[in-house]
């Protein structure tokens, strides 16, 4: 396993900046691609890229997470465009790993998720057994006879709870895990495997940073896909384990690596207790912003609100996945996506279709303005999915639900 010793311990620079919490908002938001025309030049590739990765999930109410993802910052893109930038059939835009949870990555972010790899490694399994003499005999079928699904391989599940996969999954995972084999396209919901060497170019293949250049280059990738970082999204946005302590393969600590990465240090006012809060910018992304707002839903697994601490401490506003929950204990319900209007969170909606039909299962609203914002993106969405009509059940607060059908009426007309 490649490592490299951490680099020599410094003292952590004055802050350059000082900014209030709105300015951090406002530049997160910007770096996001939330905020000006300019952010959504270059289409799904470049938002990709601007954001770093894309999270995966099973769950499908409106569309996909990861398509979800894409309206949110690009409006009313069509589908197949999106799923066509992340898995193109002839040339590898984008793979599939473990980066925040499963993600659509950039292709050129290949050589720097080596650290993980090696990890997987060096470990020997993942939570299952990895099946090794199973895993050469796939190995040796997909240099044999090309890209194959789990199903193509000997089947995808055991027939038992989701979880339950076969040894073929099993195997074929693994040598995802540990990169040789790769997901650059799907057929249907299924992952199609391959061989990094006849989907990624040679050049990516033959770069091999070691763990200090990966985290590095990831913190610098996540200060520019948040404008403004803190010690705990350095490590959260990338899922990189003790980066806070230092504790990780490299010895490196958020601070060393994101110095390395050319990052900023600045202060933040009106933290916890009214204490500044110390983080790093992305020196491009430090301007503030100025441009039209998008007024949008937002999956609960967008990179914007993935992070519920980072959510809070943000946009002040609560939010969590329900869909895991028992229906009766739910507060909002099953797939809540919050509203993002004004660079603020307003309000939020959980969807379901019926037909033609986008029926809006629970509505809440945090201030009477947020009417017409939420009716503005229930139509767009609704029509983004193909959906002529939007019908409202439970709204809260109950004495909106006038002012909101008024304003459904007029953005659907």
């Not at 989907?199 to 985290?215: G, I, M, R, S, Y």
């Not at 020196?283 to 519920?308: N, Q, Y």
């Not at 809440?364 to 059940?393: F, H, I, Y």
């Amino acid at each position: 396993m490649a490592t490299s010793s951490a680099p020599a311990r410094e003292l952590t620079p004055p802050p350059e900046l000082k900014l209030t919490p709105d300015e951090a908002r406002i530049i997160t938001l910007q770096a996001q691609g939330m905020i000006g025309a300019r952010t959504r030049a270059g289409g799904v590739a470049a938002m990709l890229r601007r954001v770093g990765a894309v999270q995966l999930d099973t769950i499908s109410v409106l569309a996909r997470s990861h398509e979800l993802v894409a309206y949110a910052r690009l409006g009313a893109i069509g589908r197949t465009a999106v799923e066509r930038a992340y898995w193109h059939p002839r040339t590898a835009g984008a793979f599939e790993y473990w980066s925040h949870a499963a993600c659509v990555l950039p292709a050129e972010e290949w050589p720097y998720y080596a650290f993980r790899r090696r990890a997987f490694i060096a470990r020997g399994k993942r939570w299952h057994d990895n099946h090794k003499g199973l895993a050469a005999e796939i190995l040796a079928r997909l240099r044999s006879e090309g890209p194959l699904t789990a199903t193509q391989l000997g089947g995808a599940k055991r027939g038992g709870p989701w979880w339950d996969w076969s040894d073929a999954k099993i195997a074929v995972e693994w040598l995802l895990d540990t990169g040789e084999a790769i997901c650059v396209r799907r057929s249907g919901w299924r992952r199609v495997y391959d061989l990094p060497e006849r989907v990624l170019p040679a050049e990516l293949l033959k770069t091999v940073p070691t763990d200090a250049e990966c985290l590095i280059h990831l913190a610098g990738v996540t200060g520019r896909a948040l404008g403004i970082a803190t010690r705990a999204d350095l490590s959260d946005y990338q899922r990189v384990s003790n980066f806070a302590t230092g504790k990780n393969a490299a010895g490196l600590s958020a601070d060393d690596a994101a110095l390395a990465a050319g990052l900023i240090p600045v202060e933040i006012s009106g933290g916890h207790a009214n204490a500044p809060v110390r983080a790093w910018a992305d020196m491009a992304a430090a301007e503030i912003a100025t441009g039209r707002h998008r007024v949008t839903l937002l999956s609960p697994f967008d990179s914007l609100v993935w992070d519920r601490k980072r959510t809070l401490r943000m946009f002040g506003f609560e939010h969590s996945l329900e869909a895991y929950v028992p229906r009766e204990k739910r507060v909002h319900g099953y797939f809540t996506m919050p509203l993002l209007a004004g660079g603020r969170l307003v309000g939020r909606v959980d969807p379901a279709r019926e037909g033609r039909t986008l029926i809006a299962r629970q509505l809440t609203l945090d201030t009477q303005k947020a009417a017409e914002p939420m009716a503005r993106a229930l139509a767009e969405a609704a029509s983004w999915v193909g959906c002529d009509n939007v019908r409202l059940e439970q709204v809260n607060p109950a004495g909106l639900r006038p002012r909101l059908e008024a304003a459904l009426s007029a953005a659907l007309a």
